[in-house]
């Protein structure tokens, strides 16, 4: 799971596997505060960062030259404008999850963490389809099935991983949420640690649906974009698919009852853990949160 528990304590939801789009936007967002870390030159490294995520962007759509430097521009403005767009409720949302952490946590108090997550992604993510759609507009047929590929590829690891013994895959999901938890609460005793396996094989294993609803989602994006239908277009269909992402399917569960499942999941580690292990995930919170200030270069603001 990685540096995953942000978004289990942030999004009231299941651990997310390794290879999902959200998770792999969260290693690319700690590479970049590790770089902040190591400069402490916030203009070198947004320059550094503007470079390597537009390295990243074309290499998935094996953008032109033309297309790159539209797509180097795209991004230098979100770097500008992120502090007005985001930094707000990103600070909201670290004071609301830092009082909690601090008084108590509660299923009212995360009802409004997981609002605020929702109103913070959405925002994120409309104000990157902005900016994304006219480039992906240019895209050609060869480009789109460029794009299909790689990420097909990227969902066809964890359809190796569900081909795993069920055994094996019960314990890769226990040891990688128990080392989710350690990394934001610090190191835990036997006994909770065996509880959190114990909590973890309880829990409805539903990779398979969602990989399933990925691909789905994958194949009818495609499909449209090959139509060609303009940046307007694009826009509606790629954020249809965002407001719809916890949309699995028939025969699944509803996002609703996910969600109450995150909760529970939440709520079960946070009475786990004792008054030291709390302040030590606030203080790895706000660790987190200066990262994404300097990244911002609001730090000091």
Do not use: Y
Not at 87 to 105: E, H
């Amino acid at each position: 799971m990685n540096e995953s528990f942000p978004s289990v304590l942030l999004r009231s939801a299941p651990p997310p596997d390794r290879s999902k789009p959200r998770h792999r936007s969260t290693r690319v967002a700690l590479l970049i505060f590790s770089l902040a870390l190591a400069s402490g030159c916030t203009g070198v490294l947004q320059n550094l960062g503007a470079r390597w995520v537009t390295g990243k962007i074309a290499a998935v759509f094996d953008l032109d030259d033309e297309q790159q430097a539209a797509t180097r521009a795209a991004v230098d403005r979100a770097i500008v404008s992120a502090p007005e767009v985001l930094g707000p409720r990103l600070d909201l949302l670290v004071a609301t999850v830092d009082r909690a952490l601090a008084k108590g946590m509660t299923e009212k108090k995360m009802l409004v963490i997981e609002r605020q997550v929702d109103i913070l992604m959405d925002k994120a993510v409309s104000w990157i389809l902005d900016e994304a759609a006219p480039i992906l507009a240019t895209l050609r047929d060869e480009q789109i099935e460029h794009a299909e590929r790689e990420l097909d590829e990227r969902l066809q690891e964890t359809g190796d991983e569900l081909n795993a013994p069920e055994k094996e895959r019960r314990r890769s999901r226990q040891e990688k949420f128990v080392e989710a938890i350690e990394k934001w609460s610090g190191r835990l005793s036997d006994e909770q640690e065996q509880e959190l396996r114990a909590f973890v094989a309880s829990m409805p294993d539903e990779a398979a649906d969602r990989l399933r609803a990925d691909e789905q989602r994958l194949g009818e994006v495609a499909a449209r974009m090959r139509e060609h239908p303009g940046a307007s277009a694009i826009r509606d269909l790629l954020w249809t698919a965002w407001t719809q992402r916890e949309d699995w399917g028939p025969g699944t569960r509803s996002a609703e009852e996910r969600r109450a499942d995150g909760r529970k999941t939440l709520l079960f580690v946070f009475d786990l853990l004792d008054a030291k292990q709390r302040d030590h995930m606030s203080e790895r919170l706000h660790e987190m949160h200066d990262m994404v200030k300097r990244v911002l270069g609001t730090e000091g603001a």
